[in-house]
């Protein structure tokens, strides 16, 4: 016969796993409150699973945001081990939007401690695009990124909007009688952060077809002051190269064309 508890002794808390996590429709709106804008989520579900917290998890969710269909599946590292800040691995596919037709596939590790986010091994995939490469955020009095990116190939014409979006854009644009806004470039946002980047990108296709190759950029930002030295490119037959200076301070954008 087992012994009584004592009084005042503490009964352990039995142990209890949870295997699914299950959210059907559901909705929520974000406001801003600075600005008043507000985002609109519905999620038609979302299911999580793990066998542990210490097993890799796997998520299935869709819904909509602002009214635009999303998709995202696949799995991640244990939720312990992001909590730990330890390497947490993840490999996903996602469809949004206009690109419902096709599947961006995400993969690469994540690490995140409190003065350090980083991806490293990324692989970002979409049709016959695909992007490679590690990006850092640290974190202090003002945070600095580090960015390095390359491709193969990039088409940007895959992500141009559909017809009837591409219309509706049109006819926004042109019914104030602007192309461009008329209000001032947000170059304040400028001074937030620093960061330094390198990106190289075999051949970019633009939106409209046109076929640039062979380029490569580094950037550096850092106290408002945007220099990318240089942007180097060929089109067609030539090749083009160029340098572009922001300046928050001063409101003022520079171009050098050689």
Known sequence: MAAAPQAGAKT????????????EKASFTQRDGQTGKTMQVAIDHLILRAKSLTTP????????????????????????????????????????????????????????????????NLKLE????????????????????????????????ELAPTSEEGAAAREKKTSGGRVFPADP??????????????????KLILPNKMALNDMTAKAILKNGLLEVKPLALKLGGGAVTSDIVVDAGTQSLILTVS
């Open 126 to 157: 979409l049709g016959k695009s695909a992007l490679s490469g590690s990006a850092k955020v640290a974190l202090g009095t003002k945070p600095k990124a580090t960015v390095r990116l390359a491709s193969d190939v990039l088409d940007l014409s």
């Open 57 to 120: 998890l796997s998520l299935d969710l869709a819904g909509l945001l602002d009214g635009n269909a999303f998709a995202l599946s696949g799995t991640t590292g244990p939720v312990a081990d992001i909590l730990a800040a330890k390497p947490w691995p993840f490999d996903l596919s996602a469809k949004a939007g206009f690109a419902l037709a096709a599947q961006i596939k995400a993969a690469g590790t994540f690490v995140m401690t409190d003065k350090l986010y980083s991806l490293d």
């Open 12 to 23: 352990p808390l039995p142990n209890i796993a949870i295997e699914e996590v299950r959210i």
């Open 185 to 202: 470039l947000p170059l304040d946002g400028l001074k937030s952060i620093d960061a330094d980047a390198e990106i190289s990108i075999g």
